[in-house]
């Protein structure tokens, strides 16, 4: 052990995680008919457990329907869950009601995918951004106006956007306002659920660059959920990949990138375009074949239909995930 694994080691210890989600398992009830009792799930998340620290980013990754989007929706208890636990700034959060979660709720936030679903079309984004200002007692009342303007100049829009509604601004200038709307809660916790994911590139890069100011400028820390690996490569202190409702693999994000250990990580990597063209000639294993159904995933590892590595102990038993920095669920880690 290295002398920085050793302080790292002990920074841990001292410090307490943000964000805690021990062993969580979000499953939906399949129903087969009108008088039917059947016990089956989709287990969108199966047993997922992460730490969140302070000033961190975890970024999300996996394909469609990995189970990564419901996992912000439960840790923001806009899902529930069928068992294990959510610690949020050491409160048990996990069977909070509706009134309990009302003042958690301002201290965790999220943003969409499609902030138009979010805003009310009707609504100047002057009273957009207000109104949770006011219902939730965060300013004087004398202070709303130039919170607002200072949001505003936060997100990178000018005043003038105050008395516009959300169908005049572009997607990119529709997204800083949803920001706006999240920070002006002033949340430790923000999920971001896939936010630059329908965005032009050249927008994408904005939007980011924006998430990473406001993040050092106001101490937040974001759970980054996105399908493009180049995103949360930017974004993020640390990433997790998700397959079928499980993490499979999470890391510090140059450690993943340089070296992934889990052949599922190596193929999305590969997937990824190449900026050094002296490396985009190079063949590489592609990924194959659609991702199982999280209502009958394959006994043993997960991932076995799919991985050019299977061995048969591989279709027998499920690989538990390691406990190490860079923690692995395979029976066979990449050298
Ligand atoms: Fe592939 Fe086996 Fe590792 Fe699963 S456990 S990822 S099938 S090598």
New binding site residues.
């Given amino acids: 052990m290295t002398v920085l694994d050793l302080a790292d080691k002990r920074s841990t210890k001292i410090k307490q995680p943000l964000l805690e989600v021990d062993s969580l398992k979000t499953y939906y009830p399949i129903r087969s008919g009108l008088f039917s009792k059947s016990k089956s799930y989709i287990k969108a998340v199966d047993d997922v457990s992460l730490s969140l620290y302070e000033g961190e980013t975890i970024g999300l990754v996996g394909e469609s329907g990995c189970g990564k989007s419901t996992i912000g929706r439960s840790i923001i208890r806009l899902e529930d869950s069928f068992s294990g636990r959510i610690l949020f700034q050491n409160e048990d959060i996990t069977h909070y009601s509706q009134r309990q979660l009302k003042p958690v709720r301002t201290r965790m936030q999220m943003i969409f995918q499609d902030p138009y679903a979010s805003l009310n079309p009707k609504m100047r984004i002057y009273d957009a951004l207000a109104e949770p200002l006011i219902i939730h007692k965060l300013v004087n009342p004398s202070e709303v106006e130039r919170e607002v303007d200072h949001l505003l100049h936060l997100v990178g829009l000018s005043r003038t956007a105050r008395d516009r509604y959300p169908h005049e601004f572009s997607g990119g200038q529709r997204q800083r306002i949803g920001i706006a709307r999240a920070i002006s809660f002033k949340p430790k916790l923000i999920v971001c659920d896939e936010p630059v994911s329908a965005l032009d590139v050249s927008i994408q890069a904005q939007i980011l660059n924006l998430l990473q100011d406001l993040q050092d400028e106001l101490k937040l820390t974001y759970l980054f959920i996105a399908h493009g690996i180049g995103a949360v490569k930017q974004i993020s202190t640390k990433v997790a990949v998700m397959y079928v409702g499980k993490i499979v693999e999470i890391a510090p994000t140059d450690q993943l990138f340089r070296k992934p250990k889990?052949?599922?990580t190596q193929l999305l990597l590969n997937a990824y375009p190449q900026p050094d063209p002296t490396l985009r000639s190079k063949k590489k294993l592609l990924i194959q074949g659609d991702v199982p159904s999280p209502a009958n995933p394959p006994q043993g590892?997960r991932?076995?239909t799919r991985?050019p590595?299977?061995?048969e102990r591989?279709r027998r038993e499920e690989?538990d995930i390691s406990k190490d920095q860079h923690a692995v669920a395979?029976?066979?880690p990449l050298a």
Avoid: D, L, N
């Fill in positions: 889990h052949p599922y590892c991932f076995h991985c590595y299977v061995q591989c690989p395979c029976h066979f």
